[in-house]
């Protein structure tokens, strides 16, 4: 049974967590500019998680991870799995392989990060994005911050991002909720108690920057 499990005494039978978890979870969707009732999420929503990103970056050095990657995007594209796996055996899809390892390989693990968003990013469509600054260059942070400032206020797009980021964090035209507070209160970026100790690192150590 899906989320269930013994209670404490099993006197008691099992109790069913899963749904008493998804409803304290509920959420509704709000209106849109003309107050009509929203009804369901843009089709192109997704939630990108850290492990996404480092699961593409990681395609880059296990030929495995790449060859599987390929055979399922040839199912998707109407093969089934035996024409996908004779095709990536034949001389030309090896020779595919290798021309998509190779490309892979010049960028790094950063470029590849900006390289998923560029991939996934499209308008109109609900973002939850955790961690996006994992494997990104401060320069990076910021570039990334500012193509979310762009997809959210030109293509109709929202994001919901849990980041440490001070780059971002400061770059992002966004409300910052600090989910260390109580009430989950709102708050300036520059309060943040991580944005803080980066301040007070560099703050005590100037002198080597003069």
Same mark, same amino acid.
């Given at each position: 049974?899906?989320?269930?499990?013994?209670?404490?005494?099993?006197?008691?039978?099992?109790?069913?967590?899963?749904?008493?978890?998804?409803?304290?979870?509920?959420?509704? &969707?709000?209106?849109?500019?003309?107050?009509?009732?929203?009804?369901? &999420?843009?089709?192109?929503?997704?939630?990108?998680?850290?492990?996404?990103?480092?699961?593409?970056?990681?395609?880059? /050095? /296990?030929? /495995?991870?790449?060859?599987?990657?390929?055979?399922?995007?040839?199912?998707?594209?109407?093969?089934?799995?035996?024409? %996908?796996?004779?095709? &990536?055996?034949?001389?030309?899809?090896?020779?595919?392989?290798?021309?998509?390892?190779f490309a892979q390989e010049k960028y790094s693990n950063g470029e590849t990060s900006m390289q998923y968003f560029d991939d996934f990013l499209q308008p109109d %469509?609900?973002?939850?994005?955790?961690?996006?600054?994992?494997?990104?260059?401060?320069?990076? /942070?910021?570039?990334? %911050?500012?193509?979310?400032?762009?997809?959210?206020?030109?293509?109709?797009?929202?994001?919901?991002?849990?980041?440490?980021?001070?780059?971002? &964090?400061?770059?992002?035209?966004?409300?910052?909720?600090?989910?260390?507070?109580?009430?989950? %209160?709102?708050?300036?970026?520059?309060?943040?108690?991580?944005?803080?100790?980066?301040?007070?690192?560099?703050?005590?150590?100037?002198?080597?920057?003069?």
């Amino acid at each position: 049974m899906r989320g269930q499990e013994n209670a404490t005494s099993n006197l008691y039978g099992t109790k069913n967590y899963y749904d008493a978890f998804c409803f304290e979870c509920s959420y509704c &969707l709000g209106e849109d500019e003309l107050g009509h009732k929203i009804k369901c &999420l843009p089709v192109n929503s997704r939630y990108i998680k850290s492990e996404d990103i480092l699961y593409e970056v990681k395609k880059i /050095q /296990q030929k /495995q991870v790449l060859s599987d990657g390929m055979l399922y995007d040839y199912v998707k594209k109407g093969m089934t799995k035996e024409e %996908a796996r004779q095709y &990536l055996e034949s001389k030309e899809g090896s020779r595919q392989m290798e021309y998509i390892m190779f490309a892979q390989e010049k960028y790094s693990n950063g470029e590849t990060s900006m390289q998923y968003f560029d991939d996934f990013l499209q308008p109109d %469509a609900l973002y939850l994005l955790d961690e996006p600054e994992v494997s990104l260059s401060p320069a990076n /942070q910021v570039a990334l %911050a500012k193509e979310i400032n762009d997809m959210a206020r030109w293509f109709e797009c929202q994001f919901i991002i849990a980041t440490h980021s001070p780059f971002m &964090l400061g770059t992002l035209d966004a409300k910052i909720y600090n989910l260390d507070s109580k009430e989950y %209160a709102i708050m300036k970026w520059s309060n943040l108690e991580n944005v803080r100790y980066f301040y007070d690192f560099f703050k005590k150590n100037e002198k080597e920057f003069e």
